[in-house]
């Protein structure tokens, strides 16, 4: 059974910091891994898919990287802004079309 | 121009009655999702339909019932409701193909009372 680890569950941050959210899962037997930022009371809104023959994705300030080998995928955020606050979910596919979700990193942005 | 779209945003009601989310995606996908996100905010996949047909079902009470009528559209029917069913409830959609991305509903909130 496919279990997904999103480290640290909370992150609080000055403006302008890059940092790094962390997400690792157990079945390296994946088709690929998206990131997922979601806003209080809000949707989820897809940021970055890695497929599993990749090793990073990058949009604008975004960088996400995955080791499959060591079921492991990092997000990169660069120059953080009071706008990036937001819970950030890592999820993993399987097979049967199934997404795995950890049970995310809340990042706040301090101005 | 919204790409997957649910009916209602949040819907309130009692113990023990019937009620049903709409979920309709204008993508083009063909297979399409519902999770149900938990009060610890803990996403969980319930359902997966591929051209109309279920793929998925994950252990859910047979009180929750998807129905497709078309590719466009997968509606969510729960009968009896309990208080454990309170959540917030996202319909998702990807193109056919394992590796293909998701793309997720705003959700609907349900608190039943």
């Known amino acids: 059974k496919q279990e997904v680890t999103q480290i640290p569950a909370a992150l609080s941050v000055p403006e302008g910091e890059n940092l790094v959210l962390n997400c690792s899962f157990t079945?390296?037997?994946?088709?690929?891994l998206q990131w997922f930022r979601q806003d209080p009371g809000k949707g989820l809104t897809s940021l970055l898919l890695?497929?599993?023959?990749?090793r990073e994705q990058t949009s604008g300030r975004l960088n996400a990287s995955l080791d499959k080998s060591s079921g492991r995928s990092t997000l990169y955020i660069a120059a953080s802004q009071p706008g990036d606050s937001a819970t950030y979910l890592c999820?993993?596919?399987?097979?049967?079309?199934?997404?795995?979700f950890g049970k995310g990193t809340l990042l706040t942005v301090n101005p | 121009d919204t790409a997957v779209s649910q009916t209602p945003k949040y819907l309130v009601t009692q113990m023990g009655n019937d009620k049903s989310i709409k979920c309709e995606q204008n993508?083009?996908?063909?297979?399409m999702y519902w999770y149900k996100q938990d009060s610890k905010k803990f996403l969980k996949i319930m359902f997966s339909?591929?051209?109309?047909?279920?793929?998925i079902n994950e252990t859910v009470p047979n009180r929750f019932s998807p129905k497709s009528p078309d590719k466009a559209h997968l509606n969510l029917h729960i009968n009896s409701l309990e208080l454990g069913d309170s959540a917030v409830y996202f319909c998702?959609?990807?193109?056919?193909?394992?590796?293909?991305?998701?793309?997720f509903g705003p959700g609907t909130r349900l608190t039943v009372l």
């Open positions: 339909y591929n051209n109309k047909e279920l793929i």
């Open positions: 999820a993993v596919k399987g097979s049967n079309y199934k997404l795995t």
């Open positions: 079945d390296s037997a994946i088709y690929n």
């Open positions: 998702a959609s990807s193109q056919d193909g394992r590796a293909n991305e998701q793309f």
């Open positions: 993508l083009g996908h063909d297979t």
């Open positions: 890695i497929q599993s023959s990749q």
